[in-house]
């Protein structure tokens, strides 16, 4: 699923360059390290999907992309604060291709800037005065830092299944897309009915791009272009994801995948031998199947959305990833 930002939103178009503008003139009100470093983080070409989800769920007969732009940026900065402090956890090198804060400063620096964007999204979104905004965001600002600590207590850990692996992306992928569309929702005065139809969609959504990010970290051909990282990164973290709980069942390659991560250190070299022993289990085909059957559930949600703009938005968004993942075969 290669995802790129032009084609998946090109029908929104003007509202993501209106986004693009907003997030620069934020970035100019800062100075300093804060600023050269929020500047090439926030500004480096990421894909604004959350804030995409957010414009469609938020159309309307009253839309104003003036009033919208400060949720729409609030979305994009607490995103970006996540993967700041994902890139210090897992001691990533590398984000969207470039070098990552806490690799070019040093983590304090990257933490503090991962913290003050957290404070700012807050900020961004009190401008509404409308508290249930504020819980939503509250909410899932909880549930990202619950899946990010579940992660690392889960690291290594072979006996995790599915269960475990769905509670996490659920809340540290999920819980982001979720808020996007609730969020859009809310802010155009949606009946509670429909906003959880627009919930449960990002929620759906949400799982399938997890499940699909852990296929393109074993993908040599696509991983470092598409995710700006090197291939077996997860495994390298000792992160067990969707086709490697899959690869375990196998009686074959099972004390050799479980060997591999009770190890200390996880080097380029058993990353390599992981990634040959996969394509001869089934793993790679079940976690497919699992990616597909979300986005069809995705469809089917975005399909009962009774508000005919918001409907169309999110199935072209369907449309457009199912499209990417018949890509991948």
Sequence with gaps: MILEKRKLFSFLEDDIKSLEIFLKDFTGGLDGVLKKTI?????????????????????????????????????????????????????????????????????????????????????????YNNPKILEEMSTASQNLVRGEFDQIKTKKEIRQGERIYFKKINEKTSSLFKVSCALGGILSNSPEAEIEK????????????????????????????????????DIKQGNITLPI?????????????????????????????????????????????RLENYLLKAREMAGSVMEESKRKGLLKVCSFFEQETGGNN
């Design 39 to 127: 500047r090439n983080t926030l500004l480096a070409g990421g894909k604004r999907i959350r804030p995409g989800l957010f414009f469609i769920c938020a159309r309307g007969r009253d839309y104003d992309i003036e009033y919208l732009l400060p949720a729409a940026a609030a979305i994009e900065i607490i995103h970006t604060a996540s993967l700041i402090h994902d890139d210090i956890i897992d001691k990533s090198l590398l984000r969207r291709g470039r070098e990552t804060i806490h690799n070019t400063y040093d983590r304090d620096t990257a933490k503090f800037v991962g913290n003050f964007l957290f404070t700012q999204t807050f900020s961004l979104l009190n401008e």
């Design 198 to 233: 627009m919930r449960k969609f990002g929620e759906y959504l949400g799982i399938s791009f997890q499940i699909n990010d852990d296929l393109l970290d074993m993908d040599s051909r696509k991983a470092s272009k598409i995710l700006g990282k090197p291939t077996g990164n």
């Design 245 to 289: 709980i899959y690869a375990i069942k196998n009686r074959r390659f099972k004390k050799q995948i479980s060997d591999l991560f009770t190890q200390d250190e996880i080097n380029n070299g058993d990353v390599n031998r992981l990634l040959k022993m996969l394509p001869e289990t089934d793993a790679i085909d079940q976690a497919r199947g």
